[in-house]
């Protein structure tokens, strides 16, 4: 992927398993929206997610609904899996992770996705 995310919008796809993990997922990669995340919001809609880059861990102090976190590292492996993170738990992560994807919960599940597995990254068209 390059680690030149310019979209603000981007597929996430986890090429292993031929699996769409969101088709519609956000990216953060500014201080603001690194540090905001998804509080305040009440749920992610299906097909959607946040891509936070760079990131290595996560916390769900404030959050008000559980999620699915994949920690991704810089050659496209996942590294880490947390279903169905619930909210307030204070840490998430993996050291060698360089970007987090927040997904509705049960996307692992559905998709199957394991440690291992090859993410591809594909900006959308805005």
Sequence with gaps: ???EIKARM????NQT??????????VARSFFARGRGLL????????GGLLIEPCN?????????????I??????????LYPD???????????QARYVLELPVGV???????????IVVQELQE
């Design 10 to 13: 981007v597929q996430v796809v």
């Design 57 to 69: 861990s996560i916390h769900m102090l404030f959050m008000r609904f559980a999620i699915d976190a």
């Design 85 to 95: 993170l619930p909210p307030w738990r204070i840490y998430a992560g993996h050291r």
């Design 71 to 80: 920690f991704v590292d810089r050659n496209g492996t996942v590294v880490a």
């Design 40 to 47: 305040g919001r009440q749920s992610l809609p299906v097909g």
């Design 17 to 26: 398993r031929r699996a769409i993990l969101a088709s519609q997922c956000e």
């Design 108 to 118: 692992i599940a559905a998709t199957n996705t394991v440690v291992g597995d090859q």
């Design 1 to 3: 992927m390059g680690w």
